[in-house]
């Protein structure tokens, strides 16, 4: 039974936990500074900045570690960053978009599901192959 798993993987990731321990650290030690003395004003500021990167950090780390899709030979189960897994049918497929060594799949609603690439895709060309032998078609 062929199974294929399309996850997102980036070098960008390292860098959004990194940002979120920072920011999720600066955030602690200025809560601890509240509760001992009152702040300056820019200080207050930087809380709220911090708190802005932790939430985009913290998103995007969750993205990265959750956001999948899996193909079998039933269908495809996507997993978006946030919400509950979708399923979908070969069928529900409008075409796999093909540009150099990116590729798109987008649903009959013309949506993009997913992109993925050679360079971070390790069997990008049998996920394309297995695609085109359940009937979708593909467009340069």
């Known amino acids: 039974m ?3 798993k399309i996850k ?16 999720g650290f600066r955030l ?27 939430g985009i950090s ?19 189960v996507y997993i ?3 919400g ?3 399923v979908f049918s070969y069928s529900d497929l409008q075409k796999v978009s093909m540009g150099g060594r990116s590729y798109i799949i987008y649903t009959r609603d013309s949506k993009k599901l997913v992109t993925f690439d050679d360079f971070r895709t390790e069997n ?3 996920i394309i192959a297995f695609l085109k032998a359940k009937g979708v078609p593909a467009e340069l």
């Open 2 to 4: 062929n199974s294929y």
């Open 8 to 23: 997102k993987t980036s070098g960008v990731t390292v860098l959004f936990t990194l940002l979120l321990a920072l920011s």
């Open 28 to 54: 602690l030690f200025i809560c601890i500074m509240l509760a001992t003395e009152e702040l300056p004003r820019m200080t207050l500021i930087m809380a709220v900045v911090y708190i802005i990167i932790f």
């Open 58 to 76: 913290l998103f995007m780390v969750i993205k990265a570690r959750r956001c999948s899709l899996t193909l079998n030979e039933d269908g495809l």
């Open 80 to 82: 978006p960053p946030l």
């Open 84 to 86: 509950a897994p979708k």
């Open 124 to 126: 990008a060309s049998q």
